[in-house]
């Protein structure tokens, strides 16, 4: 059996029709997560203007250590992941499931952290309720919209990491070819848009009142 009946499925008649079908079919899927996050960031935009001076002053208790090292795990995370993209396209496989393994690590390294700053976060009563640490009204708000933005991301990041997890399950036992095939760059696709995601959220959620 040659590599490309290997890679190629049903239905397609050859590699590039299939992979211009994955290509068109993950931005689609993209476009849909855009539309979800814009709404979220609507939402922000909307009670931000409602409440300014409530959303400086809840955004000065972030913790902006915390933010800026995820930011640059995740920046580091784009850049194993479009090598492994690339190292997949010229048949290097074992550089591209060592670059595939990294963006791993890097992502269960963010998730890590901001385990550590969800926790930070309940210690000071952070959450929203009857016992949440700052009174002024609007605050609650931010938190709210805080919890909710990184948490959406941080299952949607899991997702990632699920999904470079088989690649690296499949294509080290050899049961997938990576090169020319289209669940590398679909899933290094996905990966990118999460990254940028969090690029939006970081100056939304930390940068906010520290000017």
């Known amino acids: 059996m040659s590599p490309a009946v290997k890679v190629l499925r049903k239905p397609w008649d050859d590699l590039?029709?299939?992979?211009d079908a994955a290509t068109f079919g993950i931005w689609v899927f993209l476009a849909s997560e855009?539309?979800?996050?814009?709404?979220?960031?609507?939402?922000?935009?909307?009670?931000?203007?409602?409440?300014?001076q409530a959303f400086i002053m809840a955004g000065r208790e972030t913790d902006i250590w915390y933010g800026t090292i995820n930011t640059a795990v995740?920046?580091?995370?784009?850049?194993?992941?479009?090598?492994?993209?690339?190292?997949?396209?010229?048949?290097?496989?074992?550089?591209?499931?060592w670059c595939l393994a990294a963006t791993v690590a890097l992502g269960a390294l963010f998730l890590v952290l901001k385990g550590f700053e969800y926790a930070e976060d309940?210690?000071?009563?952070?959450?929203?309720?009857?016992?949440?640490?700052?009174?002024?009204?609007?605050t609650q708000l931010?938190?709210?919209?805080?919890w909710t933005l990184t948490g959406v991301h941080a299952i949607h990041l899991t997702i990632?990491?699920?999904?470079?997890?088989?690649?690296?399950a499949l294509g080290g036992l050899g049961r997938i070819r990576l090169r020319e095939n289209p669940q590398v760059e679909v899933t290094a696709l996905y990966w990118h848009l999460v990254d940028v995601i969090w690029i939006i959220l970081y100056p939304l959620i930390y940068l906010l009142g520290r000017s």
Do not use: C
């Not at 931010?142 to 805080?146: E, S, T």
């Not at 990632?160 to 690296?168: A, K, T």
């Open 122 to 138: 309940l210690e000071k009563n952070l959450w929203p309720g009857s016992d949440f640490a700052l009174k002024a009204p609007g």
């Open 34 to 52: 855009a539309l979800f996050f814009g709404s979220l960031l609507l939402l922000y935009a909307v009670d931000r203007i409602s409440h300014p």
């Open 142 to 146: 931010f938190f709210a919209l805080y």
């Open 74 to 97: 995740l920046l580091t995370s784009s850049l194993t992941m479009a090598v492994a993209a690339q190292a997949a396209t010229a048949d290097m496989r074992r550089l591209a499931l």
């Open 16 to 19: 590039s029709q299939q992979r």
């Open 160 to 168: 990632g990491m699920v999904l470079i997890g088989r690649l690296i």
